[in-house]
């Protein structure tokens, strides 16, 4: 199985950074799809950016442009880099990776998440 941990959120300005990451018990270059979800006061959990085994890169068109994903091979981490954040960014954030259709364990692992807040 997988176990994942977030850190790097926090309070931040509008128009700010933050770079949230999220390191995993298995080899993230081997998983499936790693993601990043977030879910605001209110709303359903939405998948914010995910990135492929092959190195393929998903954005939502609220955050594109502003967020780049990336996988740090050195620190076995997936990365959100998040720039030009926005109020409405404010949510808690969720590491989430599938193993994809040829494992025997199950598919899909949730980190705990982090809290992002973006507020004056």
């Known amino acids: 199985q997988v176990q994942l941990v977030e850190s790097g959120g926090g309070l931040v300005q509008p128009g700010g950074s933050l770079r949230l990451s999220c390191a995993a018990s298995r080899n993230i270059f081997s998983i499936y799809v790693m993601g990043w979800y977030r879910r605001a006061p209110g709303n359903e959990r939405e998948l914010v950016a995910s990135?492929?085994?092959?190195?393929?890169?998903y954005y939502a068109d609220s955050v594109r442009g502003r967020f780049t994903i990336s996988r740090d091979s050195a620190k076995n981490t997936v990365d959100l880099q998040m720039n030009s954040l926005k109020p409405e960014d404010t949510a808690v954030y969720y590491c989430h990776c599938n193993l994809g259709p040829d494992t025997v364990l199950p598919r899909n692992y949730w980190g705990q998440g982090t809290q992002v807040t973006v507020s004056s």
């Open positions: 990135i492929t085994k092959g190195g393929n890169t």
